[in-house]
């Protein structure tokens, strides 16, 4: 099934879900069928993901799934077995890649076995972290496998005490080291890292800063020393491969401009980066040449199905 031929081949794109990010979800998802209506030679149809999804792509039988699904069902290796399941070919990463690089704590041995530099973290009970320092601040609480900045709490040493978190975040949480500086990512399409992207905000850069207009000003190429340039596209291609990731994946740095090379931390590796016109990867790829069109058409072509 899929990348069956066809006077005009099938695309399915793959959008909404049931996760916090569903409406980040819905942006990527219409952008991308926009871009690949632009690019011309795909019959696009937007599939927004419900209980029906495998009746519905079933019957559609698509050449490949361009999956925009953002955070849990999405890129956490769910979806991505359906898909398998129903040997239809989709994009980006496979099943274990995407269950990796969302268990952020899993994700890390596997860097730290890569020898890429990471912050200390330890996964804790919601209510042992509201109840006192689990570890000196300043640090930061967020969820083990939600992305996009969702749920995530900065405790500064000024704090009174231990941060009261919101009902919606799990019973278990992930705590980190704070790790101060210039907030970096780079996208890796393929075997290729396209470029460094700085990321500038006002203050904590949460899903606000990341989707708000306004919210954040995006540099690209990044202004910095080329040694931290060429760390940052080794990291991120090693990260990629590290996780066994396909297709796109985005890895996201912290750098200390004062311990210079030292100072360079990997933050995560994000397997369903946003995907609208004006999203990091997208810009990243613009920079190289690469127009949004051409970036979503060169994704369609590049699905795989494992099985």
Known sequence: MGKSSGQTPTVAVLMGGPSAEREVSLSSGRACAAALREHGGYNVIEVEADRDLPAVLADLNPYAVLNCLHGRWGEDGCVQGLLEWLKLPYTHSGVLASALAMDKQRSKDVFRHAGLPVLESVIAPKADVMAAHVMAPPYVVKPNNEGSSVGVYLVAEENNGPPQLSEDMPAEVMVETFAPGRELTTTVMGDRALAVTDIITTGWYDYDAKYKPGGSRHVVPADLPQ???????????????????????????????????????????????????????????????????????????DATCDR
């Open 227 to 301: 040694e931290i340039t060429d760390l940052c596209f080794d990291y991120a291609r090693r990260a990629h491969a590290a996780l066994g990731c396909k297709g796109i994946s985005r890895t996201d740095f912290r750098w200390d401009e004062a311990r210079g090379a030292e100072g360079l931390i990997l933050l995560e590796t994000n397997t369903q980066p946003g995907m609208t016109a004006t999203s990091l990867s997208p810009e990243q790829a613009a920079a190289c040449g690469i127009s949004f069109p051409e970036l979503c058409a060169w994704m369609v072509e």
